[in-house]
């Protein structure tokens, strides 16, 4: 049977503590991660002319990527304090703890690289798309178009593919950390 406490004034600014943050700012990264690659692009790009979602993507996946970045940054930093030892065994991936390190770390790379490389290489990709799309007077995708516009498709195709997929690696390893904190704990020193 469940305990019965009393909410208290003291009680309550108890949960302002490390293990709380870092709970809130774990369902803040895996949140927004599965809400960004699942759902907000497949409605926007559903509601939106193509040039509008891909304007509207270049916008709002910078944002998703440094908050991505900040956020399991903090996380790592946070799981580094509270389990000194991974410092001590951080070569030895399989300690649950270290491989956490690693996991949190994969994010930070996936969505660092996403942010300082992949994503500005796509979005200028798509700009000079829709720019030659305007000079042809043709949608990348119909019968007929240049050369040029051929290999800025398979530019702008491999761009995205990469960086879909680096950015479907953080959700995965996001979604394996908070599998391991919801079965093991925080469990910290």
Known sequence: ?????????????????LNGLYLVGYG?????????????G????????????????????????????????LLLGIWVFSHPDVVTHIANPFIADVAQVYTLGSVIFAQGTNYFVIGPLTSKTMFQRHKLEKEEGKSYNEPGVSQEMKALNRRFGSLHGISS??????????GFHGLWIGNAGLKGY
């Not at 049977?1 to 503590?17: C, D, G, I, K, N």
């Not at 002319?49 to 996946?61: N, Y």
């Not at 997929?165 to 996001?174: G, H, K, P, S």
Request: charged share 5%; glycine share 4%.
């Open 28 to 40: 803040w990264a895996f949140g927004t991660a599965v809400w960004v690659t699942f759902f907000g």
């Open 165 to 174: 997929l680096a950015n479907l690696w953080a959700v995965i390893a996001l």
């Open 1 to 17: 049977m469940s305990r019965t406490e009393q909410l208290t004034l003291q009680s309550v600014f108890s949960l302002f503590s």
């Open 42 to 73: 497949v409605i926007a790009y559903k509601a939106l002319p193509r040039q509008q979602f891909g304007a509207l993507q270049h916008k709002t996946f910078p944002i998703y990527f440094m908050q991505s970045i900040v956020l399991s940054s």
